[in-house]
């Protein structure tokens, strides 16, 4: 996978408990839940090999390279333009060097020194690793649960921006792998870092729960600004996929300056696995029709997970009845549909405990988004196969024309997590980086409440109308 994980919600077939299973004919094994459905104490650990090269190294051109570690062997490089590589092990204790997400040993290079030596190049470049002072801290999120968090501010002893980072729906923990509290210190924009609920060092359950999940936003944020003390400047919330519908939610629940969501949508749970079921059906080419019936079959497996499985499996049982001999029935996919139709009764009924985790199924952001106070900017990728970007586009753009306060920021040829892809000659996407100008944009609101620089291939859809709406850069 290209990000330590960007599905959102995913394939949770709750609480079930109770349920009899009725019995339905032999299938194959059901598809494997996502990885950001999997229990916090499964998520795989960082390479602990690869631990003495992780840091923030800046060239003598004031350049930025920030090695960070993988839920696997090795890690991955980035830097501040959206450039981005994974560093492989290799036996002769070399690292194998590919592009983006894909197998090309091509691009920008990066190699590294002896571990602990604090030097790498990058094409040519030597760089020495920066010193950042990070302060961990232990605080009580929402119930009183403990969380772990870390806050590292920019060099001097001026006020700063922070920017405290919410999470999507990944199991793993924060303070390991997210990268942006390296980058972000250096460009002048601080980040508080925590590990959600039940990962990491926190303690608790995992969840994604957004009320719960937003009250330990809400909880960093004061937690951020206490640390800060005499440094804090803007403080705000910056959350991708999942974390797009938690950021705004905690903005409601203690004061921010400003809110930044990447690839997150404005459509409720449920919406994602309908559209996701509708955007690949029509891209391996199937028309309206079976888009329409699709649209039928969502609403039997939206009932059974919004009922919690009490609606029972009759509805499921007709519809593979009815259509699992149709050519377009491999092609059904979603969050949950995919793994509730093609898995047997029995299968459903014993993934219950490991999968209930508490989701939102009827969950509405409109009137969280309505409510918002908090300037809010939402970056989309155009192409998005995770969290389809129709219906929040319409819906963003309509709400910044009523006047609220949203800035509407899209690239193109870009899918979940804001990365660019090429086409293979057999049609699969190809990832190769970051958009240009997307970590940017970030740090410019954060710091700002503003785009001031290069957005590279981005377009402003939309501006609060308030402000003067002007037309799409």
Request: charge should be negative; include cysteine.
């Amino acid at each position: 996978m290209r990000l330590a994980p960007g599905v959102m919600i995913l394939t949770a077939l709750l609480a079930m408990a109770g349920q009899s299973a009725a019995r339905t004919p032999p299938q194959t094994p059901p598809p494997a839940p996502p990885p950001s459905l999997q229990a916090a104490n499964s998520a795989p650990p960082a390479d602990p090999a690869f631990a003495c090269h992780v840091g923030l190294y800046r060239m003598e051109d004031r350049g930025l390279v920030d090695i960070a570690p993988v839920t696997g062997p090795g890690g991955r490089w980035r830097t501040l333009d959206g450039q981005t590589g994974r560093l492989t092990p290799l036996p002769d204790g070399g690292w194998k060097n590919t592009q983006g997400w894909s197998d090309r040993v091509q691009g920008s290079q990066v190699q590294l020194g002896a571990c602990g030596d604090g030097r790498l190049t990058f094409d040519g470049r030597e760089a020495r690793r920066v010193e950042q002072t990070a302060v961990e801290t232990t605080f009580a999120g929402a119930g009183g649960v403990l969380l772990k968090g870390r806050l590292i501010l920019p060099p001097g002893d001026g006020p700063a921006p922070v920017m405290v980072e919410v999470h999507g729906s990944e199991s793993s923990s924060a303070r390991d792998f997210n990268w942006f509290q390296r980058l972000s210190p250096a460009a002048g924009v601080g980040v508080f870092v925590y590990d959600k609920r039940g990962t990491g060092g926190s303690e608790g359950r995992y969840t994604q729960d957004f009320n719960l999940l937003a009250g330990d936003a809400a909880a960093a944020v004061v937690e951020a600004r206490r640390l800060a003390g005499s440094r804090a400047g803007r403080i705000g919330l910056h959350g991708g996929s999942q974390g797009g519908w938690v950021a705004p939610l905690a903005a409601t629940l203690t004061p921010v300056d400003f809110v930044v969501v990447g690839f997150g949508m404005a459509e409720g749970v449920l919406a994602e696995d309908r559209e996701e079921m509708r955007q690949d059906l029509e891209a391996k080419g199937w028309g309206p029709d079976v888009v329409a019936t699709a649209r039928e079959i969502h609403e039997v497996t939206a009932a059974f997970v919004r009922s919690n499985g009490a609606v029972g499996f009759a509805g499921l049982d007709a519809v593979r009845a009815r259509y699992s001999s149709e050519p377009w029935w491999n092609d059904l996919s979603g969050d949950f549909s995919s793994v509730l139709l093609k898995s047997t009764n029995e299968q459903i009924t014993a993934m219950k405990d490991e999968l209930d985790i508490g989701i939102l199924w009827d969950y509405d952001p409109m009137p969280v988004l309505r409510s918002a106070d908090a300037p809010i900017l939402w970056i989309l990728a155009a192409d998005d196969t995770e969290a389809p970007p129709e219906g929040t586009r319409e819906r963003l753009t309509m709400l910044a024309a009523e006047g609220r306060p949203i800035t509407l920021l899209q690239y193109p040829d870009a899918d979940h997590g804001i990365i660019e892809f090429e086409r293979g000659a057999d049609g699969s996407r190809i990832e190769t980086r970051y958009s240009e100008g997307y970590i940017q944009a970030v740090l410019d609101w954060a710091g700002h409440g503003e785009l001031r620089h290069d957005l590279g291939r981005g377009t402003v859809l939309a501006r609060p109308a308030s402000t003067g709406a002007r037309p799409a850069e």
